[in-house]
């Protein structure tokens, strides 16, 4: 079991009180954490809002590596470099990154480099296209899904890049998989 969440709620917010939740999970037989390391607050915050609005304060979850080594705990909030990944893997197990996979894909692919030791695996982008490509045809009748959200990764492959905009409204312009593989 990996317990999620994120270093405390509202007023619930001291090294204390996640201390003792952490020592009853463990008790539970718990030992793996990924801690989002922004408190919530539910009040008056949106569920965006409160990706960002409250602080990041990633020497709470190190201080909790301190104190519980035996916990595995992976971070998770804001990082979006591979100077932050170096610097969070100095003081904890590992790094969970959200929007800035999201957001930047192919950036994944420099970590997976960078950390991974089976660089066999790598793909170039256009064998990742090729398959990108197959998955949606894998799934092309999965209807649980609408066919934006099935290549919005795909659309996301190039950003940062000078032709991003172009992939972007290219893959956004195709009304199914016909049309993708086709561009
Ligand atoms: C679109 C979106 C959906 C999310 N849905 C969930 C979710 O269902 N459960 C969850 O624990 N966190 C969810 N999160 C929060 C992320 O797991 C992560 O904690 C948060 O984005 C902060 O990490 P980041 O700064 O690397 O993005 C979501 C985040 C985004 C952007």
Redesign the pocket.
Known sequence: MTI?CRLGVDEFDSDNYFSIFMAAMHEAGCLDWVI?ARIALLEGLSTKEN?EVPPLQYSRVWKLKELFPYARITI????DTAELVATQLQKVDGV?????A?TFPWDMRMLQEQYFSDNQSLLTRDELIEKYLAFLHKHHDDRDFAFSYKIRHLSALFSGESHARRWRSMIANSQNIEDVVVA
């Open positions: 999620k989002h990706r998770n909030g804001g990082i969970m990154l959200g929007r800035w999201i």
